[in-house]
């Protein structure tokens, strides 16, 4: 299994940034999808989650309004979009995958995790 993360990179604030990740090796229909970020110093934090099934959505309060995360089943691919990027956005990105999964802001849910792309903001 493979999740390939990319569309990370320097921006200025209020500026929008569209991530992708696609998946490999695993049934992608059957995984719900996550976005999580971790920042220099800190644990990493939930962003946003697609469920498998219905495709319902669910995003951290900090990022409600702003990131919209979407699917695409027959690319086997998982898309966040970042508008309004604020310098606080700066992280690593993160997908991962929950197999069957109501999913949450919880790490240890998830299967299957990518290697991470870099987003930083100034401002």
């Known amino acids: 299994v493979q999740l390939q993360a990319s569309g990370g990179g320097l921006v200025q604030a209020g500026d929008s940034l569209r991530l992708s990740c696609v998946a490999s090796g695993l049934t992608f229909r059957s995984y719900s999808m996550g976005w999580f970020r971790q920042a220099p110093g800190k644990e990493r934090e939930f962003v946003a989650a697609?469920?498998?099934?219905?495709?319902?959505?669910y995003y951290a309060e900090s990022v409600k309004g702003r990131f919209t995360i979407s699917r695409d089943n027959a690319k086997n691919t998982v898309n966040l979009q970042m508008n309004s990027l604020k310098p606080e956005d700066t992280a690593v990105y993160f997908c991962?995958?929950?197999?069957?999964?109501?999913?949450?802001?919880?790490?240890?849910?998830?299967?299957?995790w990518g290697q991470g792309t870099l987003v930083t903001v100034s401002s």
């Open positions: 697609i469920t498998w099934i219905g495709g319902s959505t």
């Open positions: 991962a995958a929950d197999y069957h999964g109501r999913p949450g802001p919880i790490p240890n849910e998830y299967d299957y």
